[in-house]
């Protein structure tokens, strides 16, 4: 596909970045990025790395993360989900950048340009950039205009939202899955809202990413599915933040409690028995399994290495 181009405002010719992902989709239809083999996660690797920041707490950053702050001439970061104690404390020299409210068009460009000139660009994604990040189209756009781009993980916000419940997301007998969701709205249809099925199956721990403003409808839709009432709901307000706040109820009871406390943005709707952590039982590893050595089979080595 060729590289179709647009006037920008600025009167210069831009690739257009639909056309770039569409054009690095076709190509990996076709076949897979050598580098997937070359590198791991956690690897220096040149190019643009696409950084999470971790829930908030300058401490949950990565090392990795943390030594490409500390060389950055540019960070684009993703806004108020990222601390800025964070960029005060990492990003000594660089020039910071807000991403919100910038399109493709702005974004793309900028990070180009900056990289050409040699400067060591960092984009900075709240959590882990693989979870509702949109990274892929950045990085794919950015690719296509042969700079280089690779993820470096961070910690995502359910996994803050665990520890400051001090819970697992899984649980031995209480939850077997885990499923990271969002609530319907502009971006998902009712169809693709699979809340419902989640908390349906019993043994799934439901974290809902982007709904705090609707926690209501959310509730109200489970309690039209007849979902138990009594079903342990968790909604952690900036885990990891210095204002942190964890309100905990139901299924039935939860929503009044977050408007009380007015959130409507930046908090992990957390649903299902591993909220509370009661009633799992002990764990084959560290029972029957650990008893049978070395020499079981391929599965039973998978398991002991959890
Ligand atoms: C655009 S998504 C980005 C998620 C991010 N990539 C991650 O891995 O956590 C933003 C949503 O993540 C959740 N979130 C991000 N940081 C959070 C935090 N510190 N505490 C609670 N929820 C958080 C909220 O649900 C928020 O609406």
């Known amino acids: 596909m060729s ?6 405002d600025a009167g210069t010719e831009e690739n257009d970045p639909q056309d770039a992902i569409d054009a690095q989709g076709d190509r990996r239809r076709e076949e897979l990025d050598d580098r997937i083999f070359e590198h791991s996660a956690g690897d220096e690797q040149e190019g643009i790395p696409f950084v999470g920041a971790g829930p908030g707490n300058p401490r949950l ?10 060389e950055a001439d540019l960070v684009v970061h993703a806004g108020s989900l990222v601390n800025s104690e964070l960029l005060e404390e990492y990003c000594d020299h660089a020039e910071l950048v807000n991403s919100v409210g910038k399109d493709l068009e702005e974004l793309i460009p900028l990070m180009r340009d900056a ?3 040699g400067d060591n660009v960092v984009r900075l994604h709240s959590g882990d950039p693989a979870i509702y990040g949109a990274a892929l189209e950045q990085m794919d756009a950015l690719e296509h205009e042969d700079v280089p ?6 910690v995502t916000s359910a996994f803050a939202a665990s520890a400051t419940l001090r819970t697992q997301l899984t649980l031995n007998e209480v939850s077997n899955h885990v499923a990271f969701t969002r609530p319907q709205g502009k971006t998902l249809s009712p169809e693709e809202d699979h809340i419902s099925d989640f908390v349906e199956m019993g043994d799934v721990t439901t974290c809902i990413y982007l709904g705090t403003h609707a926690v209501r409808e959310t509730m109200d839709r489970l309690l039209e599915d007849d979902h138990d009432p009594e079903t342990p709901v968790a909604v952690i307000y900036h885990a990891s933040w210095p204002d942190e706040d964890v309100i905990v109820g139901s299924i039935g009871d939860i929503a009044d409690r977050v408007e009380e406390a007015g959130y409507r943005a930046s908090a992990m709707v957390v649903i299902g028995d591993a909220v509370t952590g009661a009633g799992y039982e002990r764990s084959y590893l560290y029972g029957d399994w650990a008893n049978r050595g070395s020499s079981g089979s391929a599965g039973e080595t998978e398991a002991s290495d959890d």
Do not use: I, R, S
């Open 149 to 154: 781009t690779h993820f470096v993980p961070g």
């Open 3 to 8: 590289n179709e181009t647009t006037e920008t």
């Open 115 to 117: 990289y050409e000139d």
């Open 61 to 70: 950053l990565t090392v990795a993360g943390k030594e490409l702050l500390e």
